[in-house]
């Protein structure tokens, strides 16, 4: 039987609000479904859908009566617990040079692939959520996305938009092959330049404990530190069903700091943060600390 999933992560960010939307089809089996969630800083909404309403051409996803592209998202839902409306309106997007999963993009039988098809692009609208307005006016917009089978099993992934410059790091278990290794991807954009941590570039961890991870490739050192908590249940695909639970901070505090060549690019503390973490036991606090 077909196991499966597939879905896009649209985090649209002002300098007071966030809502990230995640429109996603799976399979398992014989069953295919399709889903919207949707997470901002004070809770996380998920609608189901039957599979036959999910479409998509090219770069844009159509479920039901709600269309997302590059161009923007258009939202109608109406379910009893969740009432949302509204459009969005995305500017010219960021991409990256290449295929963030590099040669590990032709490597067959992958439970999870990642992609990431904008860094950063403007946002305009407005959204209403269950009476909430979001309103959003030349607003940070990141697009990402992923299919295979299942979630990493054990993973961190943060994302934060900021002053001239966007990051994104994931650090994940990959089973491939009968083996286990740790992938690392991760993207800086930063004064209009993309700077790239990658397993199949080199870099390697450094420190992984107490909330904290750094990544060094070569001359480049990536610091991330969650300093709190604002976490909200989100729906995850395991073999292609959406049964496991995760946690997401939509915007929460956490502390990034680039170094390349010894000299410190950026270092700041942000409120605006997305930040997942997942281990054994669900408790980050738990993992052992690691150092190399």
Request: aromatic share 14%.
């Amino acid at each position: 039987m077909l196991s499966f999933f597939y879905g896009w992560y649209m985090k649209c960010q002002s300098d007071t609000q966030t809502l990230a939307i995640i429109q996603a089809v799976h399979c398992s089996g014989r069953t295919r479904t399709c889903s919207i969630q949707l997470i901002t800083d004070d809770g996380a909404w998920s609608a189901t859908f039957p599979g036959k309403v999910f479409r998509r051409s090219g770069n844009t996803i159509i479920i039901g009566k709600n269309r997302f592209s590059e161009k923007g998202v258009r939202l109608a839902i109406r379910t009893p617990e969740v009432n949302v409306k509204g459009r969005l309106k995305f500017g010219p997007r960021t991409p990256l040079k290449y295929d963030i999963m590099g040669p590990f993009a032709l490597v067959p039988f992958l439970e999870c692939r990642h992609s990431v098809w904008s860094m950063r692009h403007s946002v305009n609208g407005m959204v209403m959520v269950n009476g909430q307005t979001f309103t959003f006016q030349n607003a940070c917009g990141y697009w990402e996305g992923d299919r295979g089978r299942s979630f990493p099993k054990e993973y961190l992934w943060t994302q934060c938009s900021f002053q001239n410059g966007s990051v994104m790091l994931s650090v994940a278990d990959i089973p491939v092959f009968g083996i286990h290794f740790t992938g690392i991807i991760g993207v800086i954009w930063w004064q209009g330049k993309e700077y790239r941590l990658a397993t199949y570039l080199g870099a390697r961890i450094v420190e992984h404990c107490d909330r904290k991870v750094r990544i060094r490739q070569r001359d480049l050192e990536l610091e991330v530190r969650l300093l709190s908590e604002t976490d909200k249940p989100l729906r995850a695909p395991r073999q292609g069903a959406m049964v496991r639970t995760i946690r997401e901070n939509a915007a929460c505090r956490a502390f990034y700091r680039f170094r390349k060549g010894g000299r410190t690019l950026f270092s700041f503390e942000s409120e605006r943060a997305s930040f997942e973490y997942e281990y054994e036991g669900n408790d980050y606090n738990g993992y052992a600390c690691r150092y190399k």
